[in-house]
């Protein structure tokens, strides 16, 4: 099971820190997804890293400002937002796979199979 946890309400120019937690399992052979959902749009992918970390990709709408990691104990995966926009609102969604190539990640929602239940993020202009 993958939680989300970390959102909020936050203004412009402030930062939030989401985090994705494994329950019952570690994420070492899993890659990880962040997604997001606006209300009457459609799920966009934000953020991935490989389950060896050393492959990532940052959508265009927050590259400069998002940024994704996952720590040593393969425990958690961090989506750093920094200087939030209003268009940053929405829910927030981890998502995992394992994958066979421990150098892949995907902004397409298509490949992954495990998803948590979202934390919302809510940015004040």
């Known amino acids: 099971q993958l939680v989300e946890s970390g959102g909020g309400a936050v203004q412009a120019g402030g930062s939030l820190r989401l985090s994705c937690t494994a329950v019952?399992?570690?994420?070492?052979?899993?890659?990880i997804g962040w997604f997001r959902q606006a209300p009457g749009k459609e799920r966009e992918g934000v953020a991935c890293?490989?389950?060896?970390?050393?492959?990532?990709d940052i959508a265009d709408s927050v590259k400069g400002r998002f940024t994704i990691s996952r720590d040593g104990a393969a425990k958690t995966v961090t989506l750093e937002m920094s200087n939030v926009k209003p268009e940053d609102t929405g829910d927030y969604y981890c998502?995992?796979?394992?994958?066979?190539?421990?150098?892949?990640?995907?902004?397409?929602?298509?490949?992954?199979?495990?998803w948590g239940q979202g934390t919302q993020v809510t940015v004040s202009a």
């Open positions: 998502a995992g796979r394992i994958a066979s190539n421990h150098a892949w990640c995907s902004l397409s929602s298509r490949y992954f199979s495990d």
């Open positions: 890293i490989s389950s060896d970390a050393e492959t990532s």
């Open positions: 019952g399992f570690t994420l070492g052979y899993t890659t």
